[in-house]
């Protein structure tokens, strides 16, 4: 099976950067793959899990924002933030989710209301990465 490069980078580290057979990712308008040979596409990202796979197996990541890229067979994601499920600590996640919830509830202005829905998916999403270990 023909591959394609993946470069998963945040401000902190590069994350990844090997060929693989497919990347699934959240971006603003769904859930989009790639594999090899993809047309030339640009997406800004959403809050939600990066898929990776790879002669069978599957790796995810949590992917919070950013810009990904595919062109001459290289898919390029920017992430602001991106976690190897290994490395969330998923008590510390749902305690998140939990201080956003009732944040939303007690918001009194519309930034604070956002601010917390933010919280929110990020938790969210943090907790599904952790969850979806060995689910597949």
Known sequence: MAKIR????????????????????????????FMANHIPYTALLGYGMLRILNGGAYREASLISGFAEVADNVVTVLSDSAEWPEEIDLNRAR????RAERAIHDATTDIDQKLAELALRRANVRIEVVSHIGTH
């Open 95 to 98: 305690r998140a989710k939990e």
């Open 6 to 33: 993946l470069r998963l980078v945040t401000p902190e580290r590069k994350m990844y950067d090997d060929d693989v057979d497919m990347v699934i990712m959240r971006t603003t308008e769904g859930d989009a793959a």
